[in-house]
């Protein structure tokens, strides 16, 4: 089928079949419905894929190199908690601090170690002050791991089979991601197939029957598929300059017929449509039009609504966590989500600098003494 073009400034400012709403057939109000609601979801497609460009840069350009920055602050602050805590005696540091930064050490480095398992720095940090080494701490973790899975999704795992139980862990987690995936793909074809049946019922209820009562749908498949063509090759014809009747006709025929050149080489049928009934309603012949072709037009537009409301979705997803909550999907705007994204930004931000002036604070006594007492209210 041919495909229709989704850039909406192509869309010209119509109402459709024209004529009183009374005076309309069901096909031709039921194309004027159509006709908007393409035209609506067009600009909302158009809306929220400018805001997702917009979304793409701000976590691409600002909050995730952010968040690295800020990251990278929380780990050099623990590092130097960890000189402080191993030169104690000449930083002149009293149990009582000793204690305050070994528990500001722990719950640094496990956030940060959940983030990064592998940072030699930072296990031997680990390894320094905890109770276990960091490897034992990270293989009593994968046995709880597997045993919660064992319990919970019934999965049978031989520990024999793999050299550590990390790697157990791992194989159990993709196998039961590929599980996951399987059934995820099989149910979205038994839905789709369902859905296949639901549309074919809809479409036979709403061809026009043929001798012996047969459904029109391949007649009407057929007269898509040529749309393209024949609509071209008329619209080429009746807006040919030779019958202007002046200049000011011959001015109108060729502007139209720019967008007429414009909309095939794109290969935009819904285009062309419109600007066939365009110049139908001129020359009084849209009721003609609407009679012989509109019942296949309303397929070619419902496959286009289907079509663009399933793109909008897609394109509001990334979006949700930056959404008013218990906002309904229909009343979602892009600018709701920027105040969220700012406060994102300025969390950071924040976080950052925090973490970068508690680093410098740790270094004088005075100082270090009022970050420590900040940290034990803020944990209190």
């Given at each position: 089928?041919?495909?229709?073009s989704?850039?909406?400034?192509?869309?010209?400012?119509?109402e459709?079949?024209?004529?009183?709403?009374?005076?309309?057939?069901?096909?031709?109000?039921?194309?004027?419905?159509?006709l908007?609601?393409?035209?609506?979801?067009?600009?909302?497609v158009?809306?929220?894929?400018?805001?997702?460009l917009?979304?793409?840069?701000e976590?691409?350009?600002?909050l995730?190199?952010?968040?690295?920055?800020a990251?990278?602050?929380?780990?050099?602050?623990?590092?130097?908690?960890?000189?402080?805590?191993?030169?104690a005696?000449?930083?002149?540091?009293?149990p009582?601090?000793?204690?305050?930064?070994?528990?500001?050490?722990e719950?640094?480095l496990?956030a940060?170690?959940?983030?990064?398992?592998?940072?030699?720095?930072?296990?031997?940090?680990?390894?320094?002050?905890?109770?276990?080494?960091w490897?034992?701490?990270?293989?009593?973790?994968?046995?709880?791991?597997?045993?919660?899975?064992?319990?919970?999704?019934?999965?049978?795992?031989?520990?024999?089979e793999h050299?550590?139980?990390?790697?157990?862990?791992?194989?159990?987690?993709?196998?039961?991601?590929?599980?996951?995936?399987?059934?995820f793909?099989?149910?979205?074809?038994?839905?789709?197939?369902?859905?296949a049946?639901?549309?074919?019922?809809?479409?036979?209820?709403?061809?026009?029957?043929?001798?012996?009562?047969?459904?029109?749908?391949?007649?009407?498949?057929?007269?898509?598929?040529?749309?393209?063509?024949?609509?071209?090759?008329?619209?080429?014809?009746?807006?040919?300059?030779?019958?202007?009747?002046?200049?000011?006709?011959?001015a109108?025929?060729?502007?139209l017929?720019?967008?007429?050149?414009?909309?095939?080489?794109?290969?935009?049928?819904?285009?062309?449509?419109?600007?066939?009934?365009?110049?139908?309603?001129?020359?009084?012949?849209?009721?003609?039009?609407?009679?012989?072709?509109?019942a296949?037009?309303?397929?070619?537009?419902?496959?286009?609504?289907?079509?663009?409301?399933?793109?909008?979705?897609?394109?509001?997803?990334?979006?949700?966590?930056?959404?008013?909550?218990?906002k309904?999907?229909?009343?979602w705007?892009?600018?709701?989500?920027?105040p969220?994204?700012a406060?994102e930004?300025?969390?950071?931000?924040?976080?950052?600098?925090?973490?970068?002036a508690?680093a410098?604070?740790?270094?004088?006594?005075?100082?270090?003494?009022?970050?420590?007492?900040?940290?034990?209210?803020?944990?209190?």
């Amino acid at each position: 089928m041919t495909a229709l073009s989704s850039d909406a400034s192509a869309l010209l400012p119509l109402e459709g079949v024209q004529g009183d709403a009374a005076s309309l057939s069901d096909e031709q109000a039921r194309f004027n419905r159509l006709l908007a609601q393409v035209q609506g979801l067009r600009a909302r497609v158009e809306q929220w894929q400018a805001a997702d460009l917009r979304l793409q840069r701000e976590r691409l350009g600002v909050l995730m190199p952010l968040a690295q920055q800020a990251q990278e602050a929380e780990r050099r602050l623990v590092l130097t908690i960890d000189q402080l805590l191993q030169n104690a005696a000449g930083a002149a540091l009293k149990p009582a601090e000793q204690r305050r930064l070994t528990d500001a050490l722990e719950q640094r480095l496990f956030a940060l170690l959940n983030e990064d398992p592998d940072d030699e720095a930072l296990i031997a940090v680990h390894d320094r002050w905890a109770h276990r080494p960091w490897a034992e701490e990270r293989r009593l973790e994968a046995l709880h791991d597997l045993a919660h899975l064992e319990e919970v999704f019934g999965v049978q795992v031989n520990a024999h089979e793999h050299s550590s139980p990390e790697e157990a862990l791992t194989a159990t987690m993709d196998h039961l991601r590929s599980q996951a995936q399987a059934q995820f793909a099989q149910e979205e074809a038994l839905w789709a197939a369902r859905e296949a049946k639901r549309q074919a019922k809809r479409q036979a209820r709403q061809q026009p029957k043929g001798e012996g009562g047969a459904s029109a749908a391949p007649e009407a498949a057929q007269a898509v598929s040529q749309s393209l063509r024949e609509i071209y090759r008329k619209l080429a014809s009746a807006l040919h300059p030779d019958r202007a009747s002046d200049e000011a006709d011959r001015a109108r025929r060729h502007a139209l017929m720019q967008k007429v050149n414009q909309a095939n080489d794109a290969k935009d049928l819904l285009t062309l449509l419109q600007l066939q009934l365009e110049w139908a309603a001129t020359e009084g012949g849209v009721g003609a039009l609407a009679d012989e072709r509109l019942a296949s037009y309303n397929a070619v537009l419902k496959e286009q609504v289907t079509s663009l409301q399933a793109e909008l979705k897609t394109l509001m997803a990334p979006f949700e966590a930056y959404m008013p909550a218990r906002k309904p999907l229909r009343q979602w705007q892009p600018e709701m989500a920027w105040p969220h994204l700012a406060q994102e930004q300025a969390a950071l931000q924040a976080w950052l600098e925090q973490a970068q002036a508690d680093a410098q604070a740790l270094l004088d006594p005075v100082s270090r003494k009022q970050t420590l007492k900040r940290w034990r209210q803020g944990a209190a």
